[in-house]
């Protein structure tokens, strides 16, 4: 088990920035694909964004492409979201994710083994 703790979420207008960060306890944290995914109320949770152990290689969901980026620092054990031109619709608790299951490109929630606790993001218009 890797705890995951993110922070950084809050309130913002439209247009706005967030930096979402998850740090990770364990030394097993390098060795992992990260992901980002969020989830509104009444809908499915959704990937965000993902990066690979050394954050070599991003991909991101068509809706935040261009907005959003996905970062990592493994001497801290920590992930970042930049979340920029925020709209009404990134609403939703963000939740990182990762673990030994996941790979390049993984999209789908059952391919992270360890989940955060979310955090919420509201955007407002």
């Known amino acids: 088990q890797v705890p995951l703790v993110e922070s950084g979420g809050g309130l913002v207008q439209t247009g706005g920035s967030l930096r979402l960060s998850c740090a990770a306890s364990?030394?097993?944290?390098?060795?992992?694909?990260m992901g980002w995914f969020r989830q509104a109320p009444g809908k499915e949770r959704e990937f965000v964004a993902g990066i690979t152990s050394f954050g070599g290689s991003t991909w991101f969901a068509d809706s935040v492409k261009g907005r959003f980026t996905i970062s990592r620092d493994n001497a801290k054990n920590t992930v970042y979201l930049q979340m920029n031109s925020l709209k009404p619709e990134d609403t939703a608790v963000y939740y990182c994710?990762?673990?030994?299951?996941?790979?390049?490109?993984?999209?789908?929630?059952?391919?992270?083994?360890?989940w955060g606790q979310g955090t919420q993001v509201t955007v407002s218009s």
């Open positions: 994710a990762g673990g030994p299951s996941a790979g390049w490109s993984s999209i789908l929630p059952r391919s992270y083994d360890y």
């Open positions: 364990g030394r097993t944290f390098s060795s992992y694909v």
